[in-house]
């Protein structure tokens, strides 16, 4: 898979979000509801706590520090629900193959939307 990087095996994204640091980055591997793969930044925007140590709830991030949820698509999600435009933690372009998550574009984030 050209320009495509193997972060982890799937199964360790499975439980929980996985932390791993690829080229002095850290990123937060963790699985969608639909068994997708998702890589996120491994810090909140809030108050960079690391996402990797919250944990996976009705299909968000949720961040340790204020349980801040960011949803799929890496946006912040309210307390009512609503994802916010304005506050995304850097999300990249992930896939699953032959057992294990692959991330490319590290040094690019993708854009939340």
């Given at each position: 898979m050209d320009g495509w990087v193997r972060l982890c095996e799937t199964q360790a994204a499975?439980?929980?979000?996985?932390?791993?640091?690829?080229?002095?980055?850290?990123?937060?591997?963790?699985?969608?509801?639909?068994?997708?793969p998702r890589v996120f930044i491994d810090r909140c925007p809030h108050r960079d706590a690391r996402l990797s140590a919250g944990y996976i709830e009705e299909g968000r991030l949720i961040c340790p520090f204020h349980l801040w949820a960011f949803d799929e698509s890496g946006h912040y999600?309210?307390?009512?629900?609503?994802a916010d435009p304005q506050c995304?933690?850097?999300?990249?372009?992930?896939?699953?193959?032959?057992?294990?998550?692959?991330?490319?574009?590290?040094?690019?984030p993708a854009t939340s939307g």
């Open positions: 499975r439980a929980a979000p996985h932390r791993v640091v690829l080229d002095g980055t850290g990123l937060v591997a963790w699985l969608a509801t639909d068994g997708t999600v309210g307390p009512d629900g609503v995304a933690v850097a999300r990249f372009p992930a896939r699953a193959r032959d057992g294990a998550i692959w991330v490319r574009d590290v040094l690019a």
